[in-house]
């Protein structure tokens, strides 16, 4: 089956100011697209731009075959992305990358978020919920505006802990830190055994490289295995300009180059090089 499809345009929306909305009919796409993994969609309508841009999937509806993208106008591409109205087409390739492991259902997760990361991650929540599994969330953003899907994730059945850069809402600094807070601090667990005790086997993350940077230390501290999905350029997005390649760890003390577009962009916290 080809990765190549040209997909229509449901709907093209402005959630936020500079963050839209992309909903397209792709049942080929749906049918295949795993929690983690992205799109690399050609923004205009011409090859000016040339290169295509990489969109994590946000979210996915296997009965209307519908497939969503997050994004944030960043740039000449995204920019001509916003301008895309209902009923145009739009080449898409994908789906493409590896995505996150999906969880036992008796595992207790955790899901960080940083700004756009949520985009990815919302997937991965609805998976989750389908499988009857309850994560708790913690999600940052910038202020208060940008708080994207907090109600969605809630109604998913998922609980939600927001951190914002200027405290306009809930927690007043980083996630990094709310989240730490939360391992440390009984008053934000259900009940005794909270602190050194508490039990988290898996945590998932999307988000700027300092906020993964930072969560890589704290969940090594505590044990806990963590899957983070990198954010970076990339031209082809199927492995071959290496324009994406980031440096991983070795067993034996090396490292090496990976692609972030093929061999990821899900990668073990403990096997990324953070420099």
Known sequence: M????????????????GYYRMDLAAPSVTERARPGQFLHVRCGSTHDPLL??????NAVDRRTGEVSLLYR???RGTS????????????????????????EGNEKVIVVSGGIGIAPL?????????????ATVFQGAATSQQVLLGNEIKELGHSVFIATDDGTRDFHGSVTTLFENYLQNSDFAPGPGAGENLIMNKSYACGPHGMLRKLSEI??????????????????????????ACKVKTGDGGSVYHRVCVEGPVFQSGEVSWE
């Open 219 to 244: 969940t090594a501290r505590w044990g806990i295995p963590c899957e983070v999905s990198l954010e970076e350029r990339m031209g082809c997005g199927v492995g071959a300009c290496l324009s994406c």
């Open 2 to 17: 080809s990765l190549v499809t040209d997909a229509k345009v449901i709907q093209n929306k402005q959630v936020i100011p």
């Open 73 to 75: 106008v960043a740039g």
């Open 122 to 134: 919302y997937f991965f929540l609805q998976e989750l919920a389908g499988l009857g599994i309850k």
């Open 80 to 103: 001509l992305l916003a301008g895309h109205r209902s009923g145009d087409m739009v080449s898409i390739v994908g789906p493409l990358g590896r995505g996150f492991t999906i969880p």
């Open 52 to 57: 295509r841009r990489p969109i994590s999937i």
